[in-house]
């Protein structure tokens, strides 16, 4: 089930304008691009997600072949006009994540989906998802992705984690607290604090957007059928994080290197 108001979302011009604008690796990205750089030469690469092209802009150049797909015809023509002096414009194509049957079965080294992309799809199809990118990528090929983390949104919920000694940043976390929660009047503190995973209207883009938040642990037993080798890493520091210190990880959201089984 295709979530409407995302697509739409991501297919309007003041969004596509943002994503075109964006230059930086996040931490987590650069600490993963370091440890393929040496054999992206030989590597077919599949960028999901790709937006306006931040990635692109690293990673096409070191990969031996490079395909950028995104849902929105939108962002898949500010791509092409974004790198038309130096991508060949049939690298990027419309394709929704769900449905990659224009990509046959083992062709990718290395797939990304990159800066939270898979969070706009809802649960059940995200598992139809992992399992097309298993499909597509060889077997012991890599897949990175990052996804949200329930854990920091519940802070994020509870009302007491806003208060400090500094009345203006009081008062500040308190309006963007209250506004989670007339933005998500379906779920309540004790709720998000005993669901595996939620989808949740956050702050991004004026809370247009309906994003799929996950804890670690879950989302490591998601991968467990299909993935190995799963390495958790701080999208912020760019260090790698033990699967036994994930229970206590706030940040909003994580980065997850791993292996197609
Ligand atoms: C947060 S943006 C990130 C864009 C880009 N990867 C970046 O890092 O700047 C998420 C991207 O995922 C794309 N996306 C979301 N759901 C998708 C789906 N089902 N299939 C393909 N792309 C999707 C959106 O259109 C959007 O461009």
Redesign the pocket.
Known sequence: MINFQ?LKT?ESRGIIQH?TQ?QQLQPAESAILSQLKDQLSTMSMLD?????G??TQHFAKLAANYRG????AG?ISACQKRFANSIDPDSFAV????DMSCFADNTFDFILF????ID??EHCDRIQ?LQEIQRVGKPGSYFCFSTHNLQGMEQVFNWRSHLSYNPVNTYTELVIWALYRLFNRSYSLKQLQSSAHAMIRDEPHNFRLRTYHIRPQEQLDQLESGFKNIKVYSWQRGIEISHEDLPAILEMWLYYFCEIK
């Open positions: 995302n991501y994503y964006l999901m997600g790709v937006g306006g931040r990635t797909i995104d849902y929105s962002m394709c929704d994540a769900r990159s800066f939270n992309g706009y799809i998802v």
